[in-house]
């Protein structure tokens, strides 16, 4: 059968900066508990959706740094670029299908566990981390802002030769750049606090 | 040094079935939070104990087949050959020090709800399985029976080609569909596998026959059971059924490996039991069998372990934290070095690795879980790369660290310390009821800097950032801890709460420094959640006072969960009087009441009052830190809770990493090796 003409609409190629998807259909990240421990698994589900007709297949949380491992839940990572290969497996079962691949970098701060790498995780301030371990963050200095952003870089490159069509910059769900954008947990008194201005000046 | 000869027995070789195990001490089956995901650290963990003079080193629970699987927890697994070349890794480790490998089979039955296999749990009965997961057992048929003998058998060969000397047979801790037959309340079966003890035992005896026929001739077969459930009548019990099963089986088994159940039971703490726990239960075996018997109650006193033997309760001396917590144990007393026995403080903080599907860490031996992925040794570490000095300033758990493994690696090393005894926050903590034996952190430290002339300790020493300076270290590492916070901020609480003038608002430093709260009661409010307020509301209840502990939480201590504490701490809050309110946050304090907050409704609820202690969070002490910062010193470094607050055993781990990294190039990329990607050169 043919597809009705009122959802023609759906299946307009969408231009997203540099890149076009194939349509309206977009997989936004979302966990799956396989992440770097299961990369073949994540992969063909990843494909099977490409496959289905998403324009967009995005990863879970990819953590970008050993200070950000979220285990027991499993995230997918770009660490370094022995997990380029594990991405890979990814983006060519999702461009296999003509969709393109989103990588969700991810930096965790007081909502992660950090329980496998055993690092110390950094937020705002030392606080409880808010997942419930008995660990405290360390708060941000100027110098860990800066390695902060250049991790970000580093994986968003590893992202690209992994094959990623998006690379995601993630301020939600009570991560790091969000709490830096929450008034209530933003208490710093530097240009990363205080006016909105300030408190978006690290996701900027 | 030599031996001491009194304990000349414990290092008697002793005949197992076919084969001989080296001497008497014997790691017995332990989760380690790693198995099948982390198949290189396992076998390098297993392999340096081995090198620690432990005869027989086995497996976590190793699961036999898909249709019974532990996930989300990392153990063993068996399913098929493929599963071979990891668990050869691990044999082959064994032996190269003349120890003996041993693989506990398992197949948990019930216990699991098969999350990762998806496959519908088995069980002598249809009831619920899992731990709380929408997932309920099957009662097999007696064809299904066949099939799960054959897959023991299978697996058992299996075993064998991996190299293992010692297969287990697994009926305990609750987690074996062994045990699930063998008891009463669970098998409901009116066939030949239900009803009396031998119609519940019958399965546990075929297995046990169908492995010693598959196996026997070259490998000696185990049988792990629990010989009493602690659950009185409605369980297996030692003046019971759990002497009639092991007088039935006596013989049977080549060696009996007995403790209790379930695990919150086997693996007590320091905080409620005792070294030798476990021996009124297990002190029968010997005397009805006459096959080797090994039994476990953390023991780490070697004139223990001696008189376990020579009082014919124990041929082995099981271990399994003791092993964790120093690796060497058995190389110590054979090398006469008693004083250097790292000892199990009983804190569970390994266990918690394994019921958060994480690599296992340890309190007292910050290596483990490292051995392979860092390659950190328990006993080993790289000799000095530079003659530069280090001034280590807070004297507790993670500097006491820092200093003894860089007085090891040879570095000149100054720790100094304001208080006048070692131990930061532990010299307090050990002082707390149940919690004496966590002092042997600053005990084995405090010792093992002593024989060191490179270091030097300074007590009573309060130096500040001219000091410092002028003291002219190469590097200075600041290890000065942390303090609890009294302002309310804390998980559930952002923002200091109100408080009013009135209220005396003490924290957990000021009742360990021995501060005594006004007379009448006193609100506990645990927004921590680990095991200071639970510990605090024993103290002040034992001091006298009415004590209310009111937490966020639904439990009391919730994240004790993960030591196998939480239910042993809520007991003894209510057999002590202590006032529970769970499922509330504090919203603010008057003069003789505070106002706690439902969690779910919001709605008011008001305690009245004459005091509050907050455990709520800490804050790293450093204004030291800070002054050096500003007056500028070359290699200045934080440690353990300065850095970040965390548990004892991440100061302890802190404190190491920094002696292991001093002058070491380090690279900026992931600091360890990891499982996958070293694995995927086969992909």
């Known amino acids: 059968m043919a597809r009705d003409p009122r959802y023609d609409i759906l299946f307009e190629p969408m231009k997203i900066g540099p890149v076009t998807a194939p349509n309206r259909f977009y997989q936004v990240p979302h966990c799956t508990g396989m992440g770097h421990m299961r990369p073949r698994t994540l992969a063909d589900m990843r494909g099977v959706k490409a496959e289905g007709g998403w324009g967009v297949v995005c990863t879970e949380y990819n953590s970008i740094h050993p200070t950000s491992d979220d285990l027991p839940h499993v995230s997918a990572s770009l660490w370094d670029e022995r997990d380029i290969r594990a991405n890979a497996l990814m983006t060519d079962a999702v461009h296999e299908h003509g969709a393109l691949a989103g990588a969700e970098l991810w930096y965790g701060g007081m909502r992660s566990s950090n329980a496998m790498t055993r690092e110390v995780a950094m937020d705002l301030d030392c606080m409880p981390n808010s997942a419930g371990f008995p660990f405290q963050t360390r708060a941000m200095d100027k110098q860990d802002i800066r390695n902060l952003r250049q991790w970000h870089r580093d994986a968003a490159i590893r992202a690209q030769k992994a094959g990623f069509d998006i690379v995601y910059v993630y301020a939600t769900h009570t991560y790091l750049l969000s709490n830096f954008l929450c008034p209530r947990t933003n208490t710093r008194s530097d240009e990363y606090g205080g006016s909105l201005t300030n408190r978006v000046r690290l996701v900027r | 040094m030599a031996r001491d000869p009194r304990y000349d027995i414990l290092f008697e070789p002793v005949k197992i079935g076919p084969i001989t195990a080296r001497n008497r001490f014997y790691q017995v089956p332990h989760c380690n939070g790693m198995g099948r995901a982390y198949p290189s650290s396992v076998a390098q963990m297993r392999r340096v104990k081995a090198e620690g003079g432990w005869a027989v080193i086995c497996t976590e629970e190793a699961d036999i087949h898909p249709t019974g699987e532990s996930s989300p927890h990392n153990e063993g697994r068996i399913w098929d050959d493929a599963d071979i070349p990891a668990l050869a890794r ?268 994480v690599p296992m860490r340890c309190t007292q031996n910050p290596t483990m879980g490292e051995e392979w992925r860092r390659g950190w040794h328990p006993e080993n570490i790289a000799a000095k790369t530079s003659d530069d000095s280090v001034l280590i300033i807070g004297a507790g758990p993670a500097g006491l660290e820092a200093a003894r493994a860089l007085g090891q690696r040879g570095y000149d090393v100054t720790l100094a310390d304001r208080a006048d005894q070692v131990g930061g926050r532990l010299a307090r903590e050990r002082l707390l009821p149940g919690l004496n034996a966590w002092g042997r952190v600053v005990d084995y430290r405090q010792y093992q800097i002593s024989q060191m002339p490179n270091v030097n300790l300074y007590l009573g020493s309060d130096m500040d950032a001219a000091g410092v300076a002028e003291f002219g270290a190469d590097h200075v590492v600041i290890a000065t801890g942390a303090r609890w916070c009294n302002s309310g901020i804390g998980r559930s609480t952002p923002a200091p709460v109100r408080i009013d003038k009135g209220m005396t608002v003490l924290t957990p430093d000021d009742i360990m420094a021995g501060v005594k709260p006004p007379s009448g009661r006193v609100l506990i409010y645990d927004d921590d959640h680990y095991y200071m307020g639970g510990v605090l509301a024993e103290k002040l209840r034992n001091d006298g006072y009415e004590v209310t502990l009111a937490t966020p939480a639904p439990i009391v201590s919730q994240w004790t969960t993960n030591t196998l504490e939480q239910g042993r701490i809520q007991t003894r809050m209510i057999e002590l009087g202590v006032r529970i309110i769970p499922l509330h946050s504090l919203d603010e304090i008057d003069d003789d009441d505070a106002h706690l907050e439902c969690v779910y409704t919001e709605a008011a609820r008001r305690v009245p009052c004459s005091s509050v202690v907050m455990v709520t969070m800490r804050r790293p002490e450093e204004a030291l830190y800070d002054a050096l910062v ?54």
């Not at chain 2, 459930?229 to 007088?247: F, M, Q, S, T």
């Not at chain 2, 440690?639 to 190039?665: F, K, N, Q």
């Open chain 2, 90 to 357: 691990l044999t082959d480790g064994v032996h190269e020090f003349g120890s003996l490998a041993g693989i506990e089979l398992a197949y948990p039955g019930m216990a699991a709800g098969n999350l990762y296999s998806r496959e519908i749990p088995w069980g002598p009965s249809h009831l619920p399985a899992g731990h709380g997961d929408p997932v309920q057992a099957r009662a097999i048929s007696k064809t299904e029976i066949k099939q799960l003998r054959q897959w023991h058998v299978d697996a058992a060969l299996r075993a064998k080609k991996a190299g293992f000397d010692v297969v287990y047979v697994y009926a305990g801790h609750q987690l074996s569909i062994l045990m699930h037959f063998l008891s009463r309340e669970r098998n409901h079966r009116t066939d030949e596998y239900g009803g009396s003890l031998e119609n519940r035992a019958r399965l546990l005896r075929e297995v046990l026959q169908d492995t010693k026929e598959a196996v026997g001739d070259t490998c000696a077969v185990a049988l792990r059971f629990a010989v009493d459930e602690c659950e009185g009548i409605h369980g297996i019990a030692c003046d019971a059924e759990g002497r009639d099963l092991v007088e039935m089986l006596a013989e049977l088994p080549d060696l009996w490996d007995v403790n209790v159940s379930d695990w919150d039971n086997d693996s007590q703490t320091s905080r409620f039991s005792e070294e030798g726990f476990q021996d009124s239960y297990t002190a029968f075996v010997k005397s009805v069998t006459s096959k080797p018997v090994v039994g476990v109650g953390r023991y780490t006193s070697p004139d223990k372990m001696v008189s376990l033997i020579k009082n014919g309760h124990l041929d082995f001396i099981g271990a399994a934290r003791p092993s964790i917590a120093d690796p060497f144990l058995p190389v110590k007393i054979e090398q006469g070095r008693i004083e250097d026995i790292r000892e199990c403080i009983g804190c569970n903080i390994c266990v918690s690795g394994d019921m958060q599907s």
């Open chain 2, 630 to 683: 500003a007056q500028g010193v070359a290699s200045l470094t934080r440690i353990g809770d300065a850095l970040a607050p965390g548990t004892i055993a991440a100061a302890v781990w802190s404190g190491h990493r920094y002696a292991r990294e001093l002058g070491e190039d380090l690279g900026t990329a992931v600091p360890f090796k990891r499982e996958l990607p070293a694995l995927s050169s086969s992909f």
